[in-house]
């Protein structure tokens, strides 16, 4: 069976558990667009259009991929997790937790696409290697930290989750 | 791994969240979740979206400009041009010379022109492409020799020279045993920051005024320049910083600004302007490329006697602030060593190329290149080591500049580079520590995952650099910044314009008022133009300016609050201090909390900062110029594929002079942050333009370093608090990417010549792996 | 426009055939490039992602044969069975992008797009692999070799859709090195696959992004199968200088703002030169 999505159709996306109609968009339309103009969703951002910075990083159907390069009309049906869906507001996730603590953000723009990616990260390889930090998050440019204390968060959430420390 | 070693510790175990102490970002964890509103976040009911339509060429006279199509498209509200604008047509940070739109010649690529409202960013891509603009195609001026030796006729009214300036110090004949000289080229850097250009502009009902929502980093100057060229009184045109994605230079000049208020007063209606990656390259001043020529006369012990230097830095088509960045190379040319003799020329021309302005380093980043580009030269000609060679030279506090200045801040050049040459060596072998099942980490080698090389490739190099970099602005700058502190019931409020872009200083600014009010409670007003400007948030300034203003708020507010106690519980003001969270009478020990002294009482103060007066140089370039100095060094360790030209940085060592590290943990990421664009612009990072055309304005082909492109930092602060500062700390944001460039490149240098006993000159920048290999 | 999403290659190519203008999207990291910035406005598109033939692969061993289906990604490609028997395919797969890139890219889509600099091809080419094509009218094979024609042009009809590539198993050793300016996420300035076939006494050598579309290099080829000792893949220093000058010879770079027409000329022959010198230290460790 084909899906089919026309012209002035809705289509709808589940993001976040939640199943969300998009109207008005252009079929064309980047998940990215989608998710920050049409569903309000602005926790991942746009810098590049291209898939270099990963300022856009979301899970889509539990991979990680830059929003921008996916077609949203595309990913109808597939469950999508933004950085709005990594934790409650209430409650930060221990990646987030570290990131601040260990002064991995400075403007912030690419760390919300570099959490998500963390948490992926974290999930495959719960005990990664330096270079396979290095590797597995090089997809996510970052201007003003110089990824030091990146990698020191990242190091802290594995050390923390495998019970070696507080 | 990292290793940060603090030299001198906190004396104490400070109060957390004082000063010395490395509290976590107020902005923290809404960044990290996503909800932090960036300028490109925002939004507005019945906000339109606007578009700048640029120019294609480097250099036309416009014939005509048809905008009728545009209009007829659906959607479209309105359509400007230079016709629109009411007031000044110019802007610019120092000479006011770059048009709000080209009405009459187009001077380079991505000049605008025209701008569209309209209610879709697609609908303004339609309106933009409908507009028919007619040329007649000009000769561009592109190279810089012709803008200085007057072959080719002026582009601007202002000329094509922007600034010439000559030093001349002590005896210009003089002459050494040595004398070693090259030809030293930095090409065009990007500061790429992530966060694009954006803004929302919301007018007045009447157009009587308007709030503008934007990235940048001087709300007050940005003020200035929008209300000029809207005719505008300048208390009407109201900004509020909208959250800045990274700045490093890029958001001192006006981009979009004028543009977004321009159409949201024309139609009444709140307007957004965002850019997208490939505009934001045309959009903002990048770093001058620029061409110079330095020769060094020393003693046959390598004392070094004379320098001599001509420099050209190509600003682009507008000025900018390319006089100022002149300024700081010409002055900056012999390093942070001591010379008695020079003769340095500097030129800032105009050209149709993209014009250039502040990036971070400004102008000290390409003398930097240069001078230790010599300085290994000189150390080989002398048979010296390129430590010994910087040693030898190395400035002291009180040593004069080139320019007749003093050097009075504390200068521990000779610390930065013995203190960097302690720090251990990597210890990982070439290709790093083999993996579990005995491989060898590809990623580790030069090339990386491309497998483009065995470890018998690979050759190690070791390459050092070292820096002088001056703090705030110069040349008889009214140099100041504002904070107001308001403290009520034992809560501090602080209110400031200081462009929070990522650096911190909303993280050091309760840190300060802590320490000094005794409160553990510190709100942050909004970041706007409500109260005095703080400058710019640039050239290492913002902990030592709009730090010492909200030192400077609180001490008045913490004064205020003893007399207050004085009247209340009679003691003599003078006789009290603030120790940890109480207020104490030295005399009696009589103590009591901060927040029950302060209880029912509302203290406001506000307190302009102001550093010590600069002068002007003279024709010969001579004069107090600047305001004060920072030192650093750097040592790289490379791995380098010879014959592929390939390059893995594997460690930098740094001893940073910082003054007194007021959050190390921020300090230190200023100092990753800070190498990790040094090292772009020694091997990677170049926007390249062929006949004025960019051609690789986007993040396929401008590249960033990466995760795996970043090597190890090993650092040490330096933290001899400086007298002249009012917290005794120094500003620490450029240092790290002015000398980590000519480091990277000298290990370059030092492993080819381990190759073939001769090695490569290497005096261009980015090193290109043909540069290497061919 | 109209977005469609098929299940099975008979929907996607009845698609294709009532609408020829469609574009065909898998992981998309190429095509919504060119759609963000505003160069491409499809009109129709057939998303192949979802459909199960595309989505996986399947080992042939009486053929010595794997088939990949043309919407495995470069991240499905880097692990297990799948990389170990075109472990070629794996090194090239892993320099592509970025993880993200790596997740959503496509084999299939590395060789619609045809890019001179396409991470796969080389590979593709020097492995011998054949690409399965689904039309209306039936289905049919080619050698990629043939398939690739040319900067961003291939052999695909209208209406046509690339289903698998059928890769063999080869008894030998084979590898791939690709040199970009930084240590991860780069287009290729220069790449090269070296596969040497021990039971066939072949050498195949395939180089990207210093021509029109992959190269492939006859004389070099045949000059290595001729100096090369086959029980321990060991080559003399003479003969091995040659080959990689042969290997250059073969080139057609140009220059362009990522690098010059000398450089890639020189590049492409060091890494053909160090690819057969780690077949024969593999050999030796083997």
Redesign the interface.
Known sequence: ???????GDHFSLHVNGIRCEVTDS???E?LLDVL?DRLGL??????????????C?VMVDD????S????A??V?DQPIV???G??P?DA?SD???A???A?A????????GL?V?AHDLLERLPRP???Q????????????????????AVQQVAVRRAGGGS | MTVVERVTAPAGAARPGTIGTSPTRPDGVAKVQGRFEFSSDLSADGCLWGATLRSPHPSARIVSIDLSAAWQIDGVETVITAADVPGAMHYGLIAQDQPVFASEVVRYVGEPIAAVAADHPETCRRALEAIVVEYEMLDALLDPERAIDASHPPIHPDGNVIRHQRIVCGDRSATGDVVVEGTYEIGMQDQAFLGLEAALAVPDPGGSGVELHVATQWLHEDRTQIAACLDLPVESVRLVLGGVGGAFGAREDISLQVHTCLLALRLGRPVRIAYSRAESFLGHVHRHPATIWMRHHATSDGEIVKIESRMVFDGGAYASTSSAVLINAVTHAQGPYRCPNAVVDGYAVRTNHLPCGAMRGFGVVQACFAHESQMDKLAAACGLDPVEIRLRNAMRTGDPLITGQPVLNVAPVERCIRDTAALPLPDTPVGGFPMEDGALDVMRLPGGAGRTADRTDIVRGIGWGVAIKNLMYSEGFDDYSTARCRLADGVATLKFATSEVGQGFVTIAPQIARTILGVDDVVLDRIDTQVGSAGSTSASRQTWMSGGAVDAACRTVRERLFEHVGRTHDVDPLRLVVDGTDLVDTVSGWKMPVAEASAGVVIDETVEYRHPATGELDENGQGNCHTAFAFVAHRAVVDVDPELGLVKVVQIATAQDVGRALNPLSVLGQIEGGIAQGLGLAVMEEIIQVDGLIRNGNFTDYLLPTFLDMPDVVATLIEEPDPHAPLGAKGVGEPPCISSTPAIVAAIRDALCQVDGVGKPLERVPVRPSDICL | MAVLLPDTVDEAVRHLTAAPESTVVAGGTDLMVEVNDGHRRPSSVVAVNRIPELRSWRHDPAAATVTIGSAVTYSEMLVGPLAAMVPSLAQAARTVGSPQIRNAGTLGGNLATCSPAGDGLPVLSAVGAEVELASAAGRRRMPVGEFMVGVKRTALAPGELIVSLTVPVVDGWQGYAKVGVRNAMVIAVASACVVLDRSRRTVAVALGSVGPTVLRCPEAESHLAAALDWSTLDVAPAELGRFAELVSEASRPITDHRSTADYRRHTVGVLARRLVRRASSAAVAA
């Open positions: 069976m084909t899906t089919t999505i026309g012209d252009w079929l064309g980047s920050r602005l926790g991942a951002k746009g810098a590049c259009e291209q898939g270099e910075c990963g300022s990083s991979v990680l991929v830059c921008c390069l996916v077609m009309a595309s109808v933004t950085i709005e990594i934790a507001i930060p990646v987030q937790a990131f601040v603590e002064g953000v400075q403007c912030g723009f690419c760390t919300p959490i990616a290697s330096e270079t930090i290095r590797e597995e998050l090089a997809g996510n440019v970052c201007r003003c930290t110089g990824y030091g204390r990146i990698i020191e």
